[in-house]
């Protein structure tokens, strides 16, 4: 068992680890992490429910970080890695640390699918676990 480093940001089902956002049903615009309100001012109808993201998406942008980020962010065993921001579909694009991948080649446009890391260990929580992206394995 492991706890979010943030509550309800992912579930994880039996097909697989799924982002929790939330979707309008008025205007059809789609948030993650979820939103409080609509935020599309011609919204005609703002109402927003829960929604699963798609699981996979195309790598838009990335960045690398390789100097360590202040205590903050908690990560165990910190080396340098990158963070992307994945194309979901739907309008949607989400940033999130990228795992598996070669720093040094990393492609702008590969198929990524979400997965879930422990990402540190509390003394008091245990492991806290965070979503990230890696490439689609095509054997
Ligand atoms: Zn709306």
């Known amino acids: ?6 509550e309800g940001l992912f579930e994880q089902a039996e097909d697989g680890a799924r982002l929790i956002g ?19 001012p ?10 699963h993201l798609p699981q996979r ?7 690398i970080q390789r ?5 903050l962010f908690r990560m165990d065993d910190w080396t340098p890695y990158a963070i992307g921001l994945v194309d979901l579909g739907e309008g949607v694009e989400v940033m999130g640390m990228l795992t598996g991948v070669d720093l040094d080649r ?15 260990t509390d003394a008091a929580r245990g492991p806290v676990a965070t979503y990230k992206f890696a490439p689609e394995v095509t054997a």
């Open 106 to 120: 990393i492609v702008i446009g590969t198929s990524m699918r979400l997965v879930i890391e422990t990402l540190y």
């Open 42 to 51: 011609d919204c005609p109808a703002p109402c927003l429910e829960c929604a």
């Open 67 to 71: 100097y360590r980020p202040p205590p």
């Open 57 to 63: 998406g195309r790598l838009v942008s990335y960045t």
């Open 1 to 6: 068992m492991s706890v979010q480093v943030a």
């Open 22 to 40: 939330s979707r309008c049903r008025g205007c059809g615009t789609t948030y993650f992490p979820q939103a409080p309100g609509c935020r599309n």
